[in-house]
């Protein structure tokens, strides 16, 4: 089953207590398809600019990514510069230029208007909802989005959530969408406006599935070296989607798989700066860790011991 990524390609300058590394590959569309392509075949629709490096893109399409749904255009590609604390827990941006994506226009391609799966990053939710437009009755359809647009753009974010299953969110993210702190009540005010599904990821303390009737929790992988957060949602997003491409199973318990492989990938990005790790791994390391995951919190219950009356 195909899958479809729409969102930001950019090049991203990033400084953490453990590092520098300037014009870095990034961008929503790019974390999410290094992630999914180990899983699954992925097509892309983005834009660069002219002075975005090639050999970028060709890294991508070796890796079996098809790239015909991105525009190279006359002018500055989308860069991104930000620091991070020393816990990595919170990131100052000290620098956004949109350049050409400041005109983007998301150009569905023929071959990629079936696609089963969709995954919308998170872009203006008008252009959003233009794509949602142009592909042909998708299996599952999951969207990310972002502060700027839940407050510049709510009421239009609104209406993708009517059209869009699973809705992709971190705690913040979701509480002020709901404008409730708990971010339990704010799934269920989530799941109320649309989507069947909604995953609230919550950084080092894990993620979790909501939907009308249970919840799902996955705890984070304890890792010893952690260089650089940015991306490691939008890699999350490129595993939970990449699984259900995959097995073209969208059922309770393998969505509840489809984010073990979601947490695995996203502990591999933050591993490197950038998309780094995804090229030193391949599908045996993402088994591995899926399997250590499931060591995390495996567990027996003991039968009740009789009482001795």
Request: proline share 4%.
């Amino acid at each position: 089953m195909s899958l479809l990524v729409v969102g930001s390609i950019a090049l991203d300058s990033v400084e953490t207590p453990f590092g520098t590394k300037v014009d870095a590959i990034g961008g929503s569309a790019m974390f999410c398809s290094y992630a999914a392509s180990l899983l699954h075949g992925v097509q892309v629709v983005g834009v660069v600019g002219d002075d975005y490096p090639p050999e970028a893109l060709e890294r991508l399409a070796k890796r079996g990514v098809d790239l015909q749904g991105v525009e190279r255009k006359q002018g500055e590609s989308f860069r991104w510069k930000g620091k991070y604390s020393y816990d990595l827990q919170n990131r100052e941006t000290l620098e956004t230029r949109l350049g050409v994506f400041a005109e983007f226009e998301p150009r569905i391609p023929d071959a990629f208007s079936d696609a089963k799966y969709v995954f919308l990053g998170n872009i203006d939710p008008a252009l959003q909802l233009r794509v949602l437009d142009q592909v042909d009755h998708p299996t599952l359809v999951a969207c990310d989005t972002m502060n700027y647009w839940i407050h510049g753009q709510r009421e239009t974010l609104l209406e993708v959530m009517q059209r869009i299953d699973v809705l992709l969110v971190n705690d913040a993210e979701a509480r002020e969408l709901s404008g409730d702190w708990n971010v339990y009540r704010a799934a269920r005010w989530i799941l109320s406006h649309g989507p069947r599904l909604v995953v609230i990821k919550q950084g080092v303390y894990g993620a979790v599935l909501v939907n009308r009737e249970r919840v799902f929790y996955i705890p984070a992988f304890p890792l010893e070296d952690v260089f650089d957060p940015t991306g490691a949602g939008d890699a999350f997003a490129g595993g939970f989607m990449g699984h259900l491409a995959r097995t073209d199973d969208t059922d309770e318990e393998n969505l509840r798989r489809a984010m073990v492989f979601g947490a695995a990938m996203g502990s591999f990005a933050v591993e490197r700066f950038s998309t780094d790790r995804f090229d030193e791994i391949g599908p045996a390391e993402v088994t591995g860790r899926v399997r250590e995951f499931a060591e995390l919190v495996r567990f027996e219950i003991q039968p009740e011991v009789a009482s001795s009356g």
